[in-house]
Structures are given as C-alpha cells and as structure tokens.
C-alpha cells in the first residue's frame, strides 16, 4: 500500500501551548482537577466565614482548615465514600442500587443485636469474637443481600430500580422489626475501634507515616513500572520531567495528607487519662499559650505549648476508607471484572455478544456493592457506638450524588472511583462546613441539592466543549 | 511520512494447509424431505460449518423459516438478500447471539450446542456484527481482547500487551490508524469497523463470520478487507460474507446463497449464475438452472 | 375494707397519695383500645386491670383492631353492659365523638386516655408532653447551673422539636437572661437521625474547641450520637439530656455518660386512669377529682377536665424505677457498668 504525505487520521495536531501542553504530556484528568480545585474553594470559604464567626487556628483563622476538622471530615465522609465506590460501578453498568441505606441500617441492626442481646451476654461482654463474628456478619449479610437485589434485577428481569426501590421500602422495615423500634447500643467495645471515636483507633504518628511512604513508593513503583511496561514495547514515553512532576504531586499529596493527620493532638481529656493510665507525669505549667500540649497548673490540666502530647495521626474508618478506594481502583482498571463493568455498561450486547456473561456480572457487582455497604455499616455503628433503624436512613441519596458529583454518568460507562471519593468528601465538606457556621440542616440540604445539579451541568458543559 | 509496510503475516495462526473448493456432480440429499438434483455447486468431504432447517420468530415474524446452508474450509459461501430477509438473524443463530427455535447446527459433521456467544467461540466462529457490537466507552485494545484479555503474570489485565497486539494487527488493517489511547466511540465508522473486523480475525477462527464488513469503509480499506478475506480463505478459513454488493460477492465468494422473506430462495456456485439471475433470485425469488432451488424458491 | 387499703395504695402510687373518698366495690370499669398490635397498650392494659380487679370492681375491655367502625360498634357493645365508666383511647378522635355523646347519654362517665377527644363531659388523661423539654432542661441544669450549653433539636419539620425546645427555654430562660449559660449551639437534626447529631455535635465541638459544659438533646435516639461524639473527644460524662426511655440511654444513664432521660411510663399513665375511672364510678365529680385541671390545648380549644402526668425523669438515682416497672432488666440497665457505682445495678 501507499502512503500520501499526510494521511494520518483524526484532526492534525495544533501548534499547543505550554498548558496545553502540560496537560497533555501528563495526562491530568482536568475534569478531576476542577473539582479538585473547586474542593479547596470550598475549604478556604468555610474556613474564612468560620474565623468571622468565631476566631480558631484555622489557616485562615477558622475552624475548618485546622487539622482536628479535617482528621473528622475523613471520619465522616468514610461511610458513604466507601460506598460511593460500589455505586460508580453499578452506575457505570447501567444499573442502580437505592436500597443501600436501608441495607445499611439493617445491617447495623443486625449485628448490634447479635453482639448486645446474644453474644454480649452469653460469651461475657469485651469478648473477641464478639467483634470478629460481628465483622464477618456484616459482611456476609451485606453480600448475601446485595447478590439478592442483583439476582432480581439480572435473571428475574426487574428494572433495578424497582428491585432496590423496593429493597428501599423493605429493608428497613425489617431493620424496625429487628431492632423492635429501639436504639440498640453499646456496641463492643473491640467492635467500635472501628469507629474512629477511641483512642485504639487511631495509628499514631509513626505507624501513619509508615503508610505514607508505602503509599509513596506505591506510587513511584507505578509510575516507574509503568514506564518500563511501555519502553518493552517500544510505546511513546511520557517526557520524564512529567513522569517525575507527577510521582511528586502523588507523594505530596500523601505525604502533606499525613502531615495533616499527625498534627491533630489527641483531646486533653483522652492525653490526662492517658498520662494517668501509665503514670506519666505531665510537666507542670508555665503558661497556658493555649497549645497543643497539656501542663499541669495548680489541680488543673491545661492546654500550654510544650507539655505533653500525643498525636493521632490516621484513624482506622479513614484509613479503611482511603484503602477502599484503592482497592476498587485497582479492581475497576487493572483486572477483567472491570473491564467487563465498563464494557458492558458501554455496551451490553456488545459485551455479550463478546463472551460475557452480563448476568452474571450483574450479580456480582451487585454482590460487591452489598460487601460495601457491609463495610460501611461497620464503620457507622461502631461509630455512633450503637444501631437503630434509623443509621443509614436516605444515605442513598447522598451516596447517589457524590457518584454523580464525582462524573458518573447515569448513562452508564463512564465513572472513575478517585471522583466518587472527591465527590463525597465535597458534600461532606459542605454539610460539615455550614453545620460549624450553625446553619441549619435544611440550608445544607439545599445547598448539597443545588451542588449537585451545578456539578452535572458544569461536567456537561465539559464533556460538549471536549467533543 | 515513513512506515514499516504491512507484514503479511496473518495474526491467526496457520491452521490447515489451504483446501481448495471443488465442484462435483453428484446427487447430495440436502435438506428435509426434498432431494435435488446437485449440479456442481458444492464441494465434496464434510463440512465445516452445517446449519439444518433452522428456524426462528420474533412475536409473529418468521425471521428465519427451514432454512439450511453449509460452509467449507477454505470457502467464502456469500449470503444475499433483500433487507430484513433474514440474514444477520440466520448467522447470529451460528454465533450464539439469537437462540434458534427449531433446527441443527453441525460442526465438522458434529451435531453442536450453541447456545450463547461463548459456546460459538468455543467452535472457532468468530463474528463481525453488521452492528460492530464494540463498547464504544474503552479503547481499540480493550475491544479487540474483551471477553479473552491478556493477564500479567500477578493475573492484572496486562494492558500494554494488548495495546502491542492491537497495534500489530490494526496495522494490518488500517495502517493509518493511530488512535489507540482513545474509546472507540471516538473513531470514524471505518477505524471503528477495522477494529471490529480486527477482533474477529485475531482469535485464530475457524468459521468467520462478516456482517457487511465493508459497509463503513473507503475504497482502500475495502481493498484491503478483500485482500484479507483471500488470505484467510488460503489459510482454510471457512467464511459466511453477508454484503448487498454484488461484484464483491462474485469477486470473492465461491458460492452464494440467496435468502427471501427468512428463506433459502437457492444456492450456486458464483461460476454458474451472473449477475442478473442473482438479482432474480433477490428480488422475485426466482431460481436460474444454475442453483440448486431451496424450499423460499419461487414455484411455477 | 382490705380491698380498699389496697386500692388506696394503687392509687396512691400513681396519684402521690392524693385522699380518696371512700369507694364502694362491685363497680365496671370499661375500656375501648383503638388497637393491640403495638405492644404499649398491652402494659397499659394490665396496669389498669390490675388496679381495678384489685379495688374489686370488673375490669372489660374490647380492641378495636385499628379501625374506626368498630371502635363505634365495640362502644355500643360496651355500653349494653352497663358499665359505670368507659375509658376510651380513640383511633379517630374526631370520628369517635358521637360514640362518645352515645356514652354521655347512657349515663356513663366518659375518659379520654391518652389520645384527646373533644367532649367537655370527658376526663382527659395524659401526659404533659410541653412539659418533657422542661424536665431535661431542670434535670440538666442541676447539674450545671452555669456554663456553655448545645442543644441538639429535632428535625425543623415536626412541631414537638420546637415545643421541647420552648419548654427547655422556659427553664433556662433565666440564667440564659443572666449571662450564666450561654446557648454555644443549637442545631436541627434532619429526621431525629443519630448519625445526622453526631456529625452535628462534632462540629459543635470543633468550632468552640471543646468548650462545651452540657448538652440538651431532645431524644435519646440523638443524645447517643451526641455521646459518640464526645467519647471522641474525652468529654463523655458531661450533662446531656434526652427523652423517651429508650433502653440504651438508661443503659448510658447508669453508665454516666447521660444524665437524664424523660420516661412517659404507661404503667403511671394506667395507674392514674384506672384510679380516676374508680373514684368517677364512686360518684366523685370530675372536677373534685386530685390532678385534675382544665385544659383547652386541644385542636378546636374546647375546655375539658384533664391530669396531665408529669413524665418521670430517670437519673442515676432511679433507674431502679425503670427496672422494677418491668420497663427494661436489670441486666440490660447495668450492663457494662462499672460493679458498686450504680444503686440499681447492686
Ligand atoms: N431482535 C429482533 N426482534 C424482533 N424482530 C427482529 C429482530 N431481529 C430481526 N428481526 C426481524 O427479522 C427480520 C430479519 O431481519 P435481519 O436483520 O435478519 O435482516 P437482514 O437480512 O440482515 O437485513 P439487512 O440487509 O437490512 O441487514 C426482519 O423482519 C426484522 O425486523
Ligand atoms: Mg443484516
């Protein structure tokens, strides 16, 4: 065959500019990074219209950007971004699930009353397998239950949003029969580490920063491997200066995460028990600068600059959260489960007519989507250290809308998990935020309504100006 | 601009040495109770691909009635006819994508269960959809390997190899093409076919399968898809070609058969018939002395 | 006369020995559920049965089985027995008004138990609802008569957020006025929802850096979440109010991390009917008899005799209330808790 001098397909490459440029060489999703950015607005508002409220030690004199509310943004965004992930990949299937909350609730119902009404008193309470069988509990239900909804919905042929609607309206009923009605709590005490709420849940500095240059070298292994993947096959290579600016921006990320994490000091009240506990002797005070650290002065403890201190560094549902998200990275890109997700929410019968059983994935995924909200309903009633009906209740929707927010599209096909986690900890920073300005829930409610709308037009106006 | 000229190499492994067809004068008993007298239409020994009295309805329609072809190795059998007479559903029958209501399918003389695109590729008929059947939202590679992906040896998608794979045999096909990092959706509908087509030939079929494979393409590419479907023929391929043109089908296929209202009006070997019989046959369903008449053929 | 002592006493437990005419056995005392499928009117039920049966007179009852027919036809049955009182808790309390009058013109005493009915000829019985806000604001404030206080209210949409939330003010209205507590938060919780208080709490908590002295929450259901977030924060142990009885917040109560939950006790709320439908059999006026007041809360403002029962708060130092009432075991009251610290638990 013949090759005319310019027969190469697709529009002829542009004279770029130096963004564009950096953009392309290294492949920045710029839709992640507008909501990336947008985030950070978000922070910097809150924490400003905070510091006008009420002075604190916030970055701009608020209460949002001080390492204590963001260690808890993490804690409180973890249930939902765990089970945001699932639902990027049913959403990315073409399939939904809104019966998650009340699986939720019924979950955490279930396995209170395991461990406060059976196990609790036959095995003596703080017994360990208590929380061992309290965990596997949740997790086989969660699974058993998601698989359920997903075999309603691939070989019995109901939509599943009637399927999960359903689920919706009677799960939680039985969560009510379960619970009769009532707050089941406390839960055990093993059981409740991974709330996040006591000190046993918290890693510390040195263990956080060990994770942190995992996830580092993680991240540069990657990126390297990545790199020797395509010189194999004599592919075209990322410029290095991109390959090293983005294993940089990884680990800084990582690194300033964990920086952030490690400089929240435990509560003075947890650090006198502490000190107490072991027989530490907390120095005594020679001014109360209002620090960090706690001193004595006279009978009191008082916070002061350089006492005595303890830091929390990672706590364990954020970190089961942020392991979450990479795990399901992982299984939504490097293996063919994922693939066939994408695929056949491209295309379902074009992924059938390619060998897939859709049916069965459909299952599957649902299944998965069920683990994860196993997973989360751990991570809520050991953090509220009790279970109701009502744990969980009209977390669909919020679990919806940071899927959506994170530019998933209800089409199916399109969604990424790191978007999802991006557009859960947004709505999370935005009911906490305006919940520290004291502004009531139903404020919240709209601006989260009106976040999400704006989120899907602005990712719309994206995807056209792409085209 | 410089490039490597195409290898000829096939990216299906070499599976038999070429057969070539042979014509016959025997009487063959074809399907159901009819016997016909055979001309030379049909090549002798057993065949690779037979489909008996197949039968299929959509609600009240007769997409495919009795209707029975064959296919042997290293043959192009060219399917014809109007739209909507039952083509694609006949073939998706063979492919595993429509389940049959009545009928056989027989694999080298074997009796086969064919129920789901699986069980199909399990038999080594692989499948060009007159609708691509591509995910549109992930790329060429994904496509080309989707269902078979190549692993890593830790059992991850290995997703450089089949980019390198995909290169290789989009590079037989479309040599121009250059977009692999994007989702097909994004292509032209002739990339988008070279992909479909690629896909097809990459899995060492046995029994091709091509929906008009040619619709989307430009002239050269459509040389090129010729070119390829001789080469595979050498190669002992046994290939069903669904195309409304009539010069490729004479330049191409061995044999014809014509299809009217979801049944078999005849077959003929492309040496018997010329062009205006088998517009005959399409359009009024009426049979030249030059095909073996089948049960959709107009009587008088 | 052994009967009598009996009865005094019933009564007395439930009316806080308030004198009693001399009462004569051999009376009826009739009751119409509007329905037996929630297992409240069942305790209901057997503490009325049980006062009546023990001052001698006939206890008779029907179960409307949730629906409004035949509450009418079970009334009309009742009043062929010829009793002498019939207590009724209406399904419909507009529907059952003529079922009512049909009582009144039987000449039979009529109570309104615990769901009002409009009818000036009716007793009303029921517990003083504007006053649970009061109660954990008193029993709160005790404790911390000054200092920084977070309220956690219910959700915006339902009007008994706001009347807790008044009758908490009435009570701290003063030493709010006198610079002695300060109101550092006061959030709605969407749907009462304990998660929802939670993360209301924890910002409570970060944007005034922990100084916080009590929390008024207006459930138990929120208070758990408020008691989550401040085990977060070291601050279990403070004052914090809730309401309802639910088992874990007297669980929580015996534990010390809540001080106060307001418990609406059918077994009282019985007790005290039953006493009342005695002594209106006895001949006593409805106006004569103790607690009664008049009340015009009600939706079209008619004036009725009504004893409104004071809710009991359960501290610390009366879970044993709770316990003996058969409300909750002692087990669960007491579980986890620390051996010789409560009363109850010993
Ligand atoms: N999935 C389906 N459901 C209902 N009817 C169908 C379906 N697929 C095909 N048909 C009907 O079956 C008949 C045969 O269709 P088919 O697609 O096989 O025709 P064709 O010969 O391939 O035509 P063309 O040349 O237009 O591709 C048509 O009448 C069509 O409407
Ligand atoms: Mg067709």
């Not at chain 1, 490459?13 to 392309?24: A, S, T, V, W, Y």
């Not at chain 1, 919940?435 to 601006?447: G, I, R, T």
């Not at chain 2, 939202?137 to 080309?144: K, Q």
């Not at chain 2, 290789?168 to 040599?175: F, S």
Request: charged share 15%.
């Amino acid at each position: 065959m013949t090759n005319t001098t310019s027969t190469s397909q697709g529009p002829a490459l542009e004279q770029e500019g130096p963004i564009k440029k950096f953009f392309r060489a290294t492949e920045i999703d710029t839709r992640i990074l507008g909501m990336v950015v947008a985030l950070i607005l978000v922070w910097c508002i809150f924490d400003i219209w905070s510091g006008i409220i009420r002075p604190n030690e916030g970055l701009f004199g608020g209460s949002f950007l001080t390492p204590r509310n963001l260690w808890t943004l993490l804690v409180q965004t973890s249930s939902i971004a765990v089970m945001s992930t699932g639902m990027v990949l049913l959403i990315v299937l073409r399939q939904i699930d809104l019966s998650v909350g009340s699986m939720l609730s019924l979950v955490a119902v279930a396995t209170g009353v395991l461990q406060v009404y059976q196990l609790g008193p036959s095995l003596g309470v703080g017994h360990p397998a208590i929380w061992v069988l309290g965990v596997v509990m949740c997790l086989a239900i969660g699974t058993i239950i998601g698989a359920f909804n997903g075999f309603l919905t691939a070989y019995a042929k109901i939509p599943a949003f009637i399927v999960t609607l359903g689920g919706l309206i009677a799960y939680s009923g039985v969560a009510f029969l379960l619970a009769k009605g009532e707050t089941v709590a406390p839960m055990d005490q093993n059981f409740s580490v991974f709330g996040g709420g006591v000190e046993r849940s918290w890693l510390g500095p040195f263990w956080s920063w060990i994770v942190a240059f995992i996830a580092c070298a993680a991240i540069i292994y990657a990126i390297v491997n990545g790199r020797r993947q395509r010189q194999r096959f004599g592919f075209p290579l990322r410029p290095v200066w991109a390959e090293v600016f983005l294993a940089s921006v990884g680990s800084i990320v990582m690194l300033g995460t964990t920086l952030v994490m490690n400089s929240y000091a435990w509560p003075p009240k947890l650090i006198e028990n502490f000190a107490k506990a072991n027989s530490i002797v907390i120095p005594a005070g020679i001014e109360n600068k209002d620090g960090k650290a706690i001193c004595m002065a006279a009978e009191n403890v008082v916070r002061c600059t350089e006492g005595f201190i303890l830091y929390t560094g990672y706590s364990l549902p954020a970190l089961i959260a942020i392991g979450v998200c990479l795990v399901m990275t992982f299984v939504a890109t490097r293996t063919s489960f994922g693939r066939y997700v994408y695929a056949t929410g491209g295309n379902p019968e074009a992924a059938e007519l390619a060998g897939i059983n859709t049916k069965w994935l459909t299952v599957k995924v649902f299944a998965l989507m069920g683990f994860l909200v196993g997973v989360s309903s751990i991570i809520s009633s050991a953090r509220l250290n009790a279970a109701t009906n009502a744990l969980g209740q009209t977390n669909e929707l919020y679990v919806i809308a940071a899927t959506v927010i994170g530019g998933t599209s209800l089409a199916g096909g399109v969604g990424t998990i790191y978007g999802a986690m991006i557009g859960a900890l947004m709505m999370q920073s935005i009911i906490s935020g305006m919940s520290l300005l004291n502004l009531a829930a139903a404020y919240q409610n709209m601006v989260v309504g009106g976040v999400l709308v704006l989120a899907v037009y602005l990712d719309q106006l994206y995807r056209r100006n792409v085209k | 601009m410089a490039k490597t000229p195409a290898k000829k190499t096939t990216a299906a492994k070499k599976i038999s040495k070429p057969v070539a067809p042979e014509t016959h004068e025997t009487p063959v008993a074809v399907t159901g109770s009819q016997t016909f007298k055979q001309t030379r239409a049909q090549p002798e020994g057993i065949p690779l691909i037979e489909m008996k009295e197949i039968s299929i309805a959509f609600g009240g329609i007769k997409a495919v009635d009795h209707a029975s072809i064959n296919l042997f190795p290293g043959e192009v059998v060219g399917l014809l006819g109007h739209n909507g007479a039952g083509k694609s559903t006949l073939i998706k029958v063979l492919s595993g994508a429509y389940k049959r209501d009545a009928g056989s399918i027989h694999v080298e003389g074997k009796e086969v269960t064919i129920n789901n695109p699986r069980d199909a590729k399990g038999h080594g008929i692989e499948t060009i959809y007159q609708t691509l059947a591509l995910a549109d939202n992930v790329d060429a590679a994904a496509n080309l390997y989707l269902g078979r992906e190549l692993k890593t040896k830790m059992g991850t998608l290995d997703d450089v190899a089949m980019e390198a794979e995909c290169r290789k045999v989009m590079h037989r096909l479309n040599p121009n093409f250059r977009r692999f990092k994007e989702p097909v959706m994004k292509l032209s509908g002739g990339q988008r076919q070279s992909v479909a087509i690629a896909r097809a030939i990459h899995f060492n079929a046995r029994i091709l399968i091509m929906d008009e494979p040619t619709a989307a393409l430009g002239p050269q590419e459509t040389a090129q898809v010729g070119e390829l479907i001789k080469q595979l023929k050498a190669e002992g391929i046994g290939i069903f070609l669904i195309s409304h043109d009539l010069h490729d089908v004479f330049d191409l296929a061995d044999r014809l058969v014509v299809m009217k209202n979801g049944k078999v009006v005849g077959t003929a070997s492309t040496k018997d018939v010329d062009h205006d019989e088998v517009l005959g046959m399409i359009i009024a369903g009426k049979c030249p002395p030059g095909a073996i008449p089948g049960p959709g053929a107009m009587r008088n | 006369m052994k009967k009598t002592i009996i009865a005094m006493m019933a009564a007395g437990l439930a009316l806080g020995a308030a004198s009693m005419p001399v009462m004569a056995a051999g009376k009826t005392i009739a009751v119409s559920w509007k329905t037996f499928q929630e297992e409240r009117w069942k305790t209901d039920a057997a503490a009325i049965k049980a006062v009546v049966e023990a001052a001698g007179d006939k206890y008779i009852d029907s179960d409307a089985q949730g629906s409004a027919q035949k509450q009418a036809a079970d009334i009309e049955g009742l009043i062929a027995q010829k009793p002498d009182v019939i207590m009724v808790v209406a399904f419909d309390s507009d529907a059952i008004l003529p079922s009512i009058k049909a009582i009144s013109d039987a000449g039979i005493k009529s109570i309104a138990y615990d769901v009002q009915f409009e009818d000036p000829n009716a007793l009303y019985i029921t517990f003083d609802n504007v006053g649970v806000g009061r109660i954990i604001a008193q029993e709160v404030s005790k404790l911390k008569p000054e200092g920084n206080y977070a309220f956690i209210k219910g959700d915006k949409g339902d009007p008994n957020a706001t009347f807790l939330f008044q009758g908490m003010m009435e009570v701290l209205k003063a030493g709010i006025d006198g610079g002695k507590i300060k109101n550092v938060c006061e959030t709605f919780t969407d749907g009462w929802k304990p998660d929802n208080a939670q993360k209301n709490m924890e910002q409570c908590l970060t944007s005034t850096s922990n100084k916080v002295d009590a929390v008024l929450s207006e459930n138990d259901g929120m208070a758990s979440g408020v008691v989550a977030a401040l085990t977060a924060q070291g601050m279990a142990g403070i004052p914090v109010g809730g309401q309802d009885g639910d088992l874990a917040a007297i669980n929580r109560v015996a534990m010390g991390t809540q001080t106060v939950s307001v418990w609406k006790n059918s077994v009282d709320l019985g007790k005290t009917a039953a006493a009342a439908a005695i002594a209106l059999a006895d001949g006593t006026a409805m106006d004569k008899i103790a607690g009664v007041a008049k009340f015009n809360g009600g939706k079209n403002k008619v004036e009725m005799n009504s004893i409104l029962l004071a809710p009991t708060p359960i501290t610390i130092a009366n879970i044993g209330v709770a316990i003996d009432a058969g409300h909750i075991t002692k087990d669960q009251a007491c579980a986890g808790v620390k051996a010789g610290t409560v009363e109850a638990c010993k």
